[in-house]
């Protein structure tokens, strides 16, 4: 190799890497291939090149331009990566990468994991993994995990209404976590507080579709009135 060729590959300089990147991005629910494109990413951020496209980091992975702009837009859904609008000293407006909202997940998320621990605030909230992942008949992703979480420590519901709302995605035959956000939303949004509440509003939510659907029936079943020509009658 050419003196000239490694001091070009030693100019281009050295990668520093978090160590928290690989030892927490599974729990945000991302994949290897997932992790590399923000590694790339990142060092594309460091070097000053702060709008890769597509192209340029394909180049570096075994994926597809396609690929890898169908795994962009699924960091930027996932709120691991945001796509942010700037403008230079000429008024030119311009899009960069940034990492930030990945480095506050990781932050958010070590600060629970290093937080002071409240046995009875952990038996409650094993119970309820507990109790999901009994209705579930499976283990919760780790994305699952963190919704649970999010519910506690962000929304401020109760164990006892999440559970209710658990409840009532049981009897209403839909079992997913986004039936059950909405169910914990509309309750939140009609000042539902305790279990008790949350069932004398679902109770008088069914009825009301009840009532909706047995006129409907009634319509439908209805005998159709005859089209009588009265011109025509002898």
Known sequence: MERDVVIHLLEKGYVSIPVVFLDYYDAFGL?????????????????????????????KMTLTVNSCQQAIGRLLKRGVLRLEQNEDD?????ET???KPFYEKIVTHL?????????????????????????????LSPMEGETLAMWVDQDKYTYTLIKAALREAVISGKLNLRYIDAI???????GIKTPEEANAYSEKFRQKQKKGK??????????PYPNYNWLESD
Do not use: V
């Not at 000429?90 to 311009?94: D, R, V």
């Not at 914990?184 to 009609?190: D, M, P, R, V």
């Open 31 to 59: 994949d290897e291939k997932d992790m590399m494109l923000l590694l790339h990413l990142h060092r594309y951020i460091q070097q000053g090149h702060t709008f890769p496209t597509p192209e340029q980091l394909a180049q």
């Open 111 to 139: 600060e629970a994991e290093y937080a002071p621990q409240d046995d009875t605030r952990d038996q409650d909230a094993g119970e309820l993994y507990r109790l999901f992942e009994n209705e579930f008949g499976r283990p």
């Open 214 to 223: 047995d006129k409907e029936t009634s319509k439908q079943s209805a005998p």
């Open 90 to 94: 000429n008024g030119i407006m311009f």
């Open 97 to 99: 990468y940034s990492l």
């Open 184 to 190: 914990l939303f509309e309750w939140q949004k009609n």
